[in-house]
């Protein structure tokens, strides 16, 4: 049963563009909502984290849009650049006990036309 | 900083032969972890380890094993490779195991043939 779903799995955004990429999740637990970038070659990395109790949360031209009721997030990266284009992971974990970490979408490829 | 560090990079292994995958990390992090990923599955967890001296299974466990060492470092065992295990491996490193960041390694490429 895959727990965090994303969409697309892969997006061309033109240069200047607006880049969504949607997740949905089931476990009514998750808590924590984080979004991994990953170029090629490289292992992902931390690109911006939200909690539930905020509905939006911008760093730069990252925004994280979060929705409870539909148990939805998303991220937007307005003025999409070409070195933007990297794999994007969403996840999300919970504040129970164990360290079982992050549950992570299957990522979108994200490629940004110049 | 090194942060997380994986040896090897790259490996071509034959059917049946075994290896050893590496991982260190220098933060002081008490959780550690071992992901694959492969086109279209996203990152899927093999196992993991909350402490020195602790380990569980992920998601994907079978045709592995590990051995967390001490507190920086946690390996990861292929006994008898098969081509279905072809992959990028991915070692993580958390402070602890939920809503901190997870730091990863630069990956390992492997190829069973």
């Known amino acids: 049963q895959q727990q965090v779903k994303q969409s697309p799995q892969s997006l061309i955004v033109q240069k200047g563009g607006i880049s969504i990429i949607n997740c949905a999740y089931e476990?009514?637990?998750?808590?924590?909502f984080p979004w991994y970038q990953q170029f090629p070659g490289k292992g992902p990395a931390l690109l911006i984290a939200?909690?539930?109790?905020?509905s939006e949360k911008k760093e730069g031209r990252f925004t994280i849009s979060f929705n409870k009721s539909a148990k939805q997030f998303s991220l937007h990266i307005m003025d999409s650049q070409p070195g933007d284009s990297a794999t994007y992971f969403c996840?999300?974990?919970?504040?129970?006990?164990?360290?079982?970490?992050?549950?992570f979408g299957k990522g979108t490829h994200l490629i940004i036309q110049p | 900083n090194a942060g997380v560090t994986q040896t090897p990079k790259f490996q071509v292994l034959k059917t049946g032969q075994s290896m050893t995958l590496q991982c260190a990390q220098d933060?002081?992090?008490?959780?550690m972890y071992w992901y694959r990923q492969d086109p279209g599955m996203g990152l899927r967890l093999i196992y993991y380890?909350?402490?020195?001296?602790?380990?569980d299974k992920g998601e994907v466990p079978n045709g592995y094993n590990v051995s967390r060492l001490n507190k920086r470092e946690f390996s990861l065992r292929l006994e008898s490779a098969a081509p279905s295990q072809t992959s990028v491996y991915f070692c993580?490193?958390?402070?602890?195991?939920?809503?901190?960041?997870?730091?990863f390694g630069q990956g390992t490429r492997l190829t069973v043939v």
């Open positions: 996840a999300a974990t919970d504040s129970g006990g164990g360290a079982d970490g992050l549950t």
């Open positions: 476990n009514t637990a998750f808590d924590y």
């Open positions: 939200i909690r539930p109790d905020v």
């Open positions: 933060m002081n992090h008490n959780s």
């Open positions: 380890s909350a402490s020195e001296g602790t380990t």
């Open positions: 993580a490193s958390m402070l602890e195991g939920k809503r901190t960041e997870a730091f």
